[in-house]
Nanobody, 120 residues
Framework: VQLQASGGGLVQAGGSLRLSCTASGRTFNSFVMGWFRQAPGKEREFVARTIWSTGTTYYADSVKGRFTISRDIAKRTGYLQMNNLKPEDTANYYC??????????????WGRGTQVTVSS
């Protein structure tokens, strides 16, 4: 499985961005797609995940109510809609595929990060 993430950028606090993650390679139906982020000097942090086959979602408390994870099965693309962004959301964001959960070790495939910078 190859994952290609895009959509990062610079935005002011309160603004919105949408990240995309397109999967290619083997069939994706059995996977969970997750989004993680990592800021300089900090550990990788779980953001959200969706079960690809059912669309069931789960969020970190820090983003609940502001971020929405979704997927388009036909396009093999997952999305992370980020609203009401805060400076503390600034990080390199990664999409990943694996067996699920909030532990990044449970994800076997990773896309390159896309930088999100939120100015105050």
């Amino acid at each position: 499985v190859q994952l290609q993430a895009s959509g990062g950028g610079l935005v002011q606090a309160g603004g919105s961005l949408r990240l995309s993650c397109t999967a290619s390679g083997r069939t994706f139906n059995s996977f969970v797609m997750g989004w993680f982020r990592q800021a300089p000097g900090k550990e990788r942090e779980f953001v959200a995940r969706t079960i690809w086959s059912t669309g069931t979602t789960y969020y970190a408390d820090s983003v609940k109510g502001r971020f929405t994870i979704s997927r388009d099965i036909a396009k093999r693309t997952g999305y992370l809609q980020m609203n009401n962004l805060k400076p503390e959301d600034t990080a390199n964001y990664y999409c990943a595929a694996g067996s699920g959960g909030t532990d990044w070790l449970r994800y076997d495939y990773w896309g390159r990060g896309t930088q999100v910078t939120v100015s105050s």
